[in-house]
């Protein structure tokens, strides 16, 4: 990790990186969210900006300082998430970026409606269940707006089930994604969320798995670096 953080081989390179968790509204002082601390994805853009890279991260809810010379674009929720990300891309026609990391904890689902005033809780009943509608899948579809040449990385937390191992699981993720690289955490253990260490598989499209031995946050995102600037054109 120290000998790639002495290149600035990402110099000219535009990378956008989203990191931490969005929170969806039920009115206006609650929220559905996740423990997403946004430390892998500072991670990444912390290495990139130090190789070089022109660095835009894409906060999701993130209580950390800025790395030094990145842009810190903050948004809350996931429709947020997806036009920051879109834009940043470069995928509506602004400057394209050369790699784009989808880091963050992405809401699967959000309140089908958000409450103008803040609910109350009716002494006489239990409450009413929340209905919830499915978010826009942002990797997906930045997969799909993919622009020449631009790599497009996903992350995923996965368990082993009765349907498959974590490795089953995340090839077929990857697939489903069709993203260039996905970067798999085992949280079968445990939650890895808020901590510094971490370890992982990188996944490639074309078939290679690339362990990631356990370490600090900073050394996978050295480790996810590395398996990145092969596949830039
Ligand atoms: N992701 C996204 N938009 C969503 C959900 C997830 O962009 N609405 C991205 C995440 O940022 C991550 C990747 O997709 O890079 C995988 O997220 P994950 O939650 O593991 O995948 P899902 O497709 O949501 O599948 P699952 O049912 O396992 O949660
Ligand atoms: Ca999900």
């Known amino acids: 990790a120290g000998a790639d953080a002495l290149r600035a081989d990402l110099a000219g390179r535009r990378v956008v990186i989203s990191a931490g968790g969005t929170r969806e509204p039920l009115d206006p002082v609650r929220y559905l969210g996740n423990r997403s601390s946004g430390k892998q994805g500072w ?5 990139a900006a130090a190789r070089g890279a022109d660095v835009t991260l894409v906060a999701a ?19 947020e998430l997806r036009a920051a990300m879109l834009e940043e891309a470069g995928s509506g026609g602004g400057a394209a970026a050369d790699v784009v990391v989808m880091a963050a904890a992405v ?35 930045l997969v799909t707006k993919r622009t020449p040449g631009q790599v497009v990385v996903g992350f995923a937390a996965e368990t082993g089930d009765a349907d498959g191992d974590v490795l089953a699981h995340a090839r077929a993720k990857l697939a489903r994604k069709g993203c260039n690289l996905l970067v798999v955490n085992d949280v079968s253990g445990g939650g890895v969320f808020g901590r510094p260490d971490n370890a992982a598989v990188v996944l490639a499209a074309d078939g290679t798995a690339t362990d990631v031995p356990h370490g600090s946050k900073d050394a996978v995102a050295a480790a996810v670096w590395r398996a990145i600037t092969p596949r830039l054109a």
């Open 61 to 79: 809810n993130v209580d950390l300082p800025a790395p030094f010379g990145v842009r810190v674009v903050p948004v809350g929720t996931a429709e």
């Open 43 to 47: 991670a990444l853009a912390r290495v």
């Open 107 to 141: 809401a699967d689902f959000r309140p089908a409606t958000v409450a103008a005033t803040k609910l109350k809780k009716d002494s006489a009943s239990e409450p009413d269940a929340v209905p919830l509608v499915r978010n826009p899948d942002v990797l997906a579809e």
